[in-house]
Nanobody
Framework: QVQLVESGGGSVQSGGALRLSCVASGYTYSSTCMGWFRQAPGKEREGVAAIDNDGATLYGDSVKGRFTISRDTAKNTLYLQMNSLKPDDTAMYYC????????????????WGQGTQVTVSS
């Protein structure tokens, strides 16, 4: 059973920064795509960033140049560094994972964490 546990959310003013972390456990797959989705009240779920085992990354258009995804494979930990935060970034952020690579797609993420709230005030 794959488990994903997020941390690092909180409240910050516009222009500020936060770093989210996600610790993964319960699987030993050699090739896994991990990433972050977010969902704000009244809005559709949105892919934020994803990363393959080889370091290849995928970003949503709204966060390119501001957010950076990284992973420490030895620690089974995923990170999302969020800089220049805007009120529109306010959402619940979910850590996600899927087997066999990202393949440049936001689809197929079968494993989800419980989420961590990020709130950006103007």
């Amino acid at each position: 059973q794959v488990q994903l546990v997020e941390s690092g959310g909180g409240s910050v003013q516009s222009g500020g920064a936060l770093r989210l972390s996600c610790v993964a456990s319960g699987y030993t797959y050699s090739s896994t795509c991990m990433g972050w989705f977010r969902q704000a009240p009244g809005k559709e779920r949105e892919g934020v960033a994803a990363i393959d085992n080889d370091g290849a990354t995928l970003y949503g258009d709204s966060v390119k140049g501001r957010f950076t995804i990284s992973r420490d494979t030895a620690k089974n930990t995923l990170y999302l560094q969020m800089n220049s935060l805007k009120p529109d970034d306010t959402a619940m952020y979910y850590c996600v994972a899927k087997i066999n690579g990202c393949s440049g797609s936001w689809g197929g993420f079968g494993y989800w964490g419980q989420g961590t709230q990020v709130t950006v005030s103007s």
